[in-house]
């Protein structure tokens, strides 16, 4: 019940491309979903996050949609950029506490 | 403003050694979260502290342990320190507990020898 589940573990995009990244929960409880970005030698970085009573949300390059019926939410990187080229981690939390559970995390990969 | 330091970044100990991590938020900031990040086993929460207070605490052994101090700066311990500890930890610091941005630092990396 505490399990967010990302998919795929690697992904290799050309440049313009949109790598999309998929993460599913079981816990209804879950009421925060960030998505972070982590360089290596880098601690993660807030990319951008959304509520469940929001379908998407966009800033920038970022887009996040989210499914509450299907508890799925994603993460789809438009014009993607070698400088785009990391690991990506989706996470939940509920009310009332900051403990993040993430995903096992999606290795990008963005060809010039 | 700065952002949320760790010190020292990069440590190594031997077996049976105990260790202190420290963490500084980003100005502003009370809500201090550690966590432990391994190839294998990804993020894993450790410990979540507001204004001094333990609210929240992850599946780790009591060795692990942890504290925050007045001015919302954390310390991390671990006591007799196991090979399967070698890891990245990480702090991170939001300005409450209400399920806010969570901002990282660069983390430490802890190898055990």
């Known amino acids: 019940q505490q399990q967010v589940k990302q998919s795929p573990q690697s992904l290799i995009v050309q440049k313009g491309g949109i790598p999309i990244i998929n993460c599913a929960y079981e816990n209804t409880a879950f009421d925060y979903f960030p998505w972070y970005q982590q360089f290596p030698g880098k601690g993660p970085a807030l990319l951008i996050a959304i509520r469940p009573d929001v379908s998407e949300k966009k800033e920038g390059r970022f887009t996040i949609s989210f499914n509450k019926s299907a508890k799925q939410f994603s993460l789809h990187i438009m014009d993607s950029q070698p400088g785009d080229s990391a690991t990506y981690f989706c996470?939940?939390?509920?009310?009332?506490?900051?403990?993040?559970?993430f995903g096992k995390g999606t290795k990008l990969t963005v060809n010039p | 403003k700065a952002g949320v330091t760790q010190t020292p970044r990069y440590l190594i100990k031997t077996r049976g050694q105990q260790v202190t991590l420290s963490c500084s938020p980003i100005s502003g900031h009370r809500s201090v979260s550690w966590y432990q990040q391994t190839p294998g086993q990804g993020l894993q929460f450790l410990f979540e502290y507001f204004s001094e207070t333990q609210r929240n605490k992850g599946n780790f052994p009591g060795r692990f342990s942890g504290r925050q101090f007045s001015n919302s700066r954390s310390e991390m311990n671990v006591s007799t320190l196991e090979l399967g500890d070698s890891a990245l930890y990480l702090c991170a610091s939001s300005l409450s507990v209400v399920s806010s941005e969570q901002y990282f630092g660069p983390g430490t990396r802890l190898t055990v020898t």
């Open positions: 996470a939940a939390s509920m009310g009332g506490s900051e403990k993040l559970v």
